[in-house]
Antibody
Framework: QVHLVQSGAEVKTPGASVKVSCKAS????????FSWVRQAPGQGLEWMGW????????EYAQKFQGRVSMTTDTSTRTTYMELRSLRSDDTATYYC???????????????WGQGTLVTVSS | DIVMTQSPDSLAVSLGERATINCKSS????????????LAWYQQKPGQAPKLLIY???TRYPGVPDRFSGSGSGTDFTLTISGLQAEDVALYYC?????????FGGGTKVEIK
């Protein structure tokens, strides 16, 4: 049974960085990619980017280019999303989502983590 | 970027009745090389993460009740809930995975009338 468990809620000040983790279990970790999707309070879903666990390739939404990094540690079956230079409008719940495949961006999101609330406030 | 537009923003349906949600993409999400529509539907209940309902526009994900169905092609798609149940109260999102960035519709809130 596939399980994705994310790290706990974070409170950050503007300008800081946050790193959210997503630990996977229940399947062959390197066979599927991950996307990160965020949802501001009361708002819709926004795709941030994608990482291939197979080879570490990444692709980020233009909006987040230069501010986001997605990495993976295959030894612990964990993928990470780091967002830098945080602003108040980065306050959101951040979700990891396991993709339906590993080979590129033409995948839907088959499994989701429980979400991590990141609050940015001075 | 492909813009996904959902309608209506919200709808209230009586228990047992049909709910219909529309989703329109700003360009085709049909991939000719495999004859597939790159369109998915997700359900998000309050305080929960989204869950996959439908992929390839009309393929129900395992475990999803058969009252949920997806249809459509090209740029116009529909999610139908036939016989609304109380547990179907949620937000519903369409999403294209044809191209980067993968984009979502704005969501449709389904409530009980």
């Amino acid at each position: 049974q596939v399980h994705l468990v994310q790290s706990g809620a974070e409170v950050k000040t503007p300008g800081a960085s946050v790193k959210v983790s997503c630990k996977a279990s229940g399947y062959t970790f390197t066979s599927y990619g991950f996307s990160w999707v965020r949802q501001a309070p009361g708002q819709g879903l926004e795709w941030m980017g994608w990482i291939s666990i197979h080879n570490g390739n990444t692709e980020y939404a233009q909006k987040f280019q230069g501010r986001v990094s997605m990495t993976t540690d295959t030894s612990t079956r964990t993928t990470y999303m780091e967002l830098r230079s945080l602003r108040s409008d980065d306050t959101a719940t951040y979700y990891c989502a396991r993709e339906s495949g590993y080979g590129g961006n033409k995948n839907y999101f088959e499994y989701w983590g429980q979400g991590t609330l990141v609050t940015v406030s001075s | 970027d492909i813009v996904m537009t959902q309608s209506p923003d919200s709808l209230a349906v009586s228990l047992g009745e049909r709910a219909t949600i529309n989703c329109k993409s700003s360009q085709s999400v049909f991939y000719t090389s495999n004859n597939k529509e790159y369109l998915a539907w997700y359900q998000q209940k309050p305080g929960q993460a989204p869950k996959l309902l439908i992929y390839w526009a009309s393929t129900r994900y395992p475990g999803v009740p058969d009252r949920f169905s997806g249809s459509g092609s090209g740029t116009d798609f529909t999610l139908t809930i036939s016989g609304l149940q109380a547990e179907d109260v949620a937000l519903y999102y369409c999403q294209q995975y044809y191209s980067t960035p993968r984009t979502f519709g704005g969501g449709t809130k389904v409530e009980i009338k």
